[in-house]
């Protein structure tokens, strides 16, 4: 008699396969014993999993849309089941509901108290999923026009840990906006099965990197199918072989995330590994990634029947994509001119780091090696092709320069960052402006909900109104902070700082129960970290110019800091160094070093495996947020907007996104503006402003108490903090920023280029071809202009030129007028070595640049014509001058074309 078994069986088949290539054919090959090996064997996975009672049967849909990962009543819905199992499972619902037992679920089914939950949590679910949206309120006309974001890595929760820092999280963070806003937003990456790495600080306090090997089926993913079940492949050329890439989906919210994996029994042992390791392997396994990301990507869509009418690139590893879109469009049988302005007018690029070494380059070897098979394809001679990306003074296939040249749109992560991006790229926009050189910047923001603590958020639900969540952008929103008692915040506040030396305290008494040391090494951490001390928090990754060890310069000064009998800090670092990067090792191996020290034992932690999780304790959980990158090498930063969020006080260098939220009265700020000589200058003195700054404002600020307790002052910095960063830094008003300046203009560009069969992509392209073949006929001989000796407010001053077009018609350019203040203030350069900056005087330029058009009055003789123009200077010292540039209405900017001719000296 057979029993009644209480569980449902999921069963995902994968099939180990040996080709043998005989005779042009391709055998799939059993069980096979060779010399009493076993060589080749099928295997067929079966999971088991408990059954969901019925009642409750929708938590496996819950599990597997990343909306949960901001609900936090969602995730008390798997954590009410089994608490222990939930921290095990490292919040991973879908592992969570594969581990958790049958009879425990039953008891939730049973519970009054969970059903009433259950109930609230799907209905709050179905209404997110179904409610009208921003985007569709806004721009209806564009609802079903795809937008494809295409990143190396995505962060969206610690359940999904296939990223490395900064970019992945802001890549997870943008999905959740574009879900919360409704927007047609699909994201393209890699799955990797091993993710970044998992860090271990070992006795010795050296990093070790270990790779686990993620189960997919244990996480909320899932592969995609052909409608009769089968596995959907994706096929993408690589030297000698073709690669099959899986695709698996995730679902965050109202978005669709797709993820390409090569670890397929189609493709070799060795191709298999290629999406094994998030930033790892040699320069073949980086271009071979960059390819199966962009070509793979594109194919990917393709197959899935979603033609995106906007691409974004998030940093270069994605470029290909663009070059697998030129090979489609010359296939087709469009010219490869015009399918080069097709392709440009609707793309984005996202460029995250001045840094050189987040700029892949490639060697014209390595491109001739990987992409030879496309030259034919695509039209180009070898040298055409190169020229796509090529630096000419490094002599490198450059993945930026190929984003730059082939979008028509590009923007850095800050105001800041966007100056040091058009000054690292000016040189090949030789002529133009720095200002005007065509890279603007849309300041990077977090998901509000996904970093702000619940506790947080029941206290804002007391004291704001009821739709704060919905207006996160409306500073009259967070005006309201200002009615919460200050005992209510601190009281709040203290609740997270002791959650978070908790998780710290377990997170050292893991590490040394690992390094088997010895019983009294591992009760000391008990007592390491008193939640009453000041607290600072420096996590992120442990690349150089961060500057992790700033704080340290001084030994003598920070062990009076740490061991003041009255007022004493305490430090917790956490992060991780790349497993190439040897300097940043070594600065994990100095603090560890230190912390074992007195008087710094107890008093400064060295925290591992520092990923969403340990931020989001550490974010919530520190009083002062240090920051200290050395400037301008820090794009953006958003961790300290994420704590930020839940009330802790940034204190940072102003880099970044710093000088645009610091205000004096929000934070502190570490140091000054102004360019040091060298760096050993910089680090010296910016050290010795952190240390004043804790000396003698932060520490006696946080230490002043009323008869309650209650750090009054400092609760007020905490408000203002809540009141002016939350409004603007977050990726809802990023989003849509990313909406109106480039997604809804690529668009409107995509339908306009792609009309008749792409005729304007071609018309764009062949004036283009002309104007660079007439353009050394193009000069200004002349320029009169009136009396400027004397002139009062509001005095015209006409101007005339005389303008040689050659054999280019004065409809194909623009001959303006453009004045400023000239500029008087040093900036930050480059110098021919990478990654050196210089102090460059600006006192040769404008600055805050307007152009007023000139109008033709006349022509002198064939090819040369008369210009005149009136100007109305504004009060002060102001320079100007006359310049020709091209002009075409389908141009996206007036430098997509950076050719110049500027006034001789007159």
Not at 53 to 71: C, M, Q, T, V, Y
Not at 381 to 402: C, H, I, S
Not at 544 to 550: I, V
Request: with cysteine.
């Amino acid at each position: 008699m057979m029993n009644t078994i209480p569980v449902h069986i999921i069963i995902y088949i994968s099939y180990l396969i040996t080709h043998t290539r005989r005779a042009g054919r391709t055998n799939r090959v059993g069980p096979i014993i060779f010399k009493g090996v076993l060589i080749m064997y099928f295997i067929r996975t079966v999971t088991v999993a408990p059954k969901l009672p019925d009642k409750i049967s929708r938590l496996g849909e819950l599990a597997r849309n990343l909306w949960f990962s901001w609900n936090p009543r969602a995730q008390e819905l798997f954590r009410r089941i089994n608490s222990s199992l939930w921290e095990e499972v490292r919040h991973n619902p879908v592992r969570f509901l594969l581990n958790v037992s049958q009879e425990q679920l039953e008891k939730a089914a049973r519970s009054e108290s969970y059903l009433a939950l259950y109930n609230q949590v799907m209905e709050d679910l179905d209404q997110y999923m179904t409610a009208q949206t921003w985007f569709n309120l806004t721009y209806p006309q564009y609802s079903g026009h795809v937008i494809a974001y295409f990143s190396a890595e995505f962060g969206v929760h610690e359940s999904h840990p296939t990223y490395s820092g900064g970019l992945g999280l802001l890549a997870g963070d943008h999905c959740k906006s574009a879900s919360d806003l409704g927007l047609p937003f699909v994201g393209v990456g890699l799955l990797y099965k091993s993710g970044y790495f998992t860090q271990r600080i070992n006795r010795e306090g050296w990093q070790e990197a270990h790779y686990p090997y993620l189960n997919f089926h244990e996480m909320p993913i899932t592969p995609v199918t052909h409608p009769d079940g089968s596995m959907l492949y994706v096929p993408v050329e690589l030297p000698g072989r073709t690669v099959y890439l899986k695709i698996w989906q995730m679902q965050v919210g109202r978005v669709q995330i797709y993820f390409l994996d090569a670890d397929v029994t189609r493709n070799s042992t060795a191709d298999r590994a290629l999406t094994g390791q998030l930033y790892g392997g040699d320069r073949d396994t980086r271009i071979s990634q960059e390819i199966l990301l962009g070509i793979g990507g594109v194919r990917a869509l393709r197959a899935l029947n979603i033609h995106p009418r906007a691409w974004h690139i998030n940093e270069g590893h994605a470029a290909f994509l663009l070059i697998e879109r030129l090979r489609e469009l010359v296939q087709a049988g469009v010219p490869v001119n015009a399918a080069m302005e097709a392709v440009r007018a609707n793309s984005l690029f996202t460029t995250h780091t001045p840094v050189p070494a987040g700029h892949d380059v490639f060697s014209t070897e390595m491109i001739d090696k990987y992409f030879n098979h496309l030259y034919n394809q695509l039209n180009m001679d070898r040298e055409t092709f190169l020229a796509l990306g090529w630096d000419e003074e490094q002599k490198v296939f450059n993945m930026t320069l190929l984003a730059l040249r082939l979008s028509s749109f590009c923007n850095g992560v800050s105001k800041l960052h966007g100056q040091v991006t058009r000054q690292m790229f000016r040189r090949f926009y030789p002529g133009i402006p720095i200002e005007e050189i065509p890279i603007s910047s849309v300041t990077n923001g977090v998901h509000t909900q996904s970093w702000l603590a619940p506790e947080l958020q029941e206290l804002f639900d007391r004291y704001l109104e009821t739709d704060w969540r919905q207006r996160c952008c409306n500073p009259e929103t967070w005006a309201q902070v200002s009615t919460i008692p200050p005992e209510e915040l601190w009281e709040v506040h203290c609740g997270l700082k002791e959650k978070m030396i908790r998780i710290a305290r377990n997170n050292l008494r893991g590490q040394r129960l690992r390094n088997q040391e010895p019983a009294v090494r591992v009760r000391e951490v008990e007592h390491y970290l008193d939640p009453r001390i000041l607290t600072i928090g420096f996590a992120r990754r442990f690349a150089t110019y961060k500057r992790a060890n700033l704080l340290l310069r001084d030994k003598e000064r920070l062990a009076r800091l740490v061991s003041d009998p009255v007022h004493p800090i305490q430090i917790i670092f956490a992060g991780k160094a790349h497993p190439a990067d040897l300097l940043g090792q070594e600065l994990i191996k100095q603090i560890y070093e230190l912390t074992n020290q007195e008087p710094f034992k107890g008093r400064v932690v060295l925290l591992e495996d520092y990923d969403i999780a340990l931020a989001r304790s550490l974010l919530q959980g520190v009083d002062v947020w240090l920051n200290t990158p050395r400037r301008p090498l820090e794009a953006s930063g958003t961790s300290g907007q994420k704590a930020a969020a839940n009330g802790v006080v940034n204190c940072s260098i102003l880099d970044g996104w710093w000088p645009e939220a610091y205000d004096g009265e929000n934070g502190f700020a570490v140091g000054e503006t102004r360019t040091c000589p060298d760096e050993e200058t910089q680090d010296q003195d910016d050290a010795y402003s952190l240390y004043a700054l804790l000396e003698e404002t932060i520490i006696p600020m946080y230490y002043d108490r009323d008869q309650k307790g209650i750090p009054r002052a400092w609760v007020e910095l905490m408000k203002r903090s809540l009141q002016t960063i939350l409004p603007y830094f977050n990726t809802e008003r990023m989003v849509k920023e990313y909406c109106q300046h480039f997604y809804m203009p690529a668009i409107q560009r995509n339908s306009h280029f792609s009309r008749n069969n792409y005729e304007p992509a071609r018309q764009l392209a062949a004036f283009k071809a002309r104007i660079k073949q007439n353009w050394p006929q193009v000069a200004i001989t002349s320029v009169k202009a009136g009396d400027t000796q004397a002139m009062g407010v509001g005095d015209p001053l006409q101007i005339e030129a005389t303008v040689q077009l050659g054999s280019l018609s004065p409809s194909d350019v623009a001959v303006e007028i453009i004045y400023g203040t000239v500029g008087d203030e040093l900036f930050y350069g480059f110098e021919h070595t990478p990654g050196a900056f210089c102090l460059i005087n600006s006192n040769d330029r404008l600055c805050n640049i307007r152009h007023i058009p000139m109008t033709i009055t006349g022509q002198t003789h064939e090819g040369t014509y008369l210009y005149r123009g009136n100007l109305i200077l504004p009060q002060g010292t102001l320079g100007y001058t006359v310049r020709v540039r091209p002009a075409n209405g389908d141009f996206a900017h007036i430098f997509e074309l950076p050719l110049v001719a500027w006034a001789p000296h007159f």
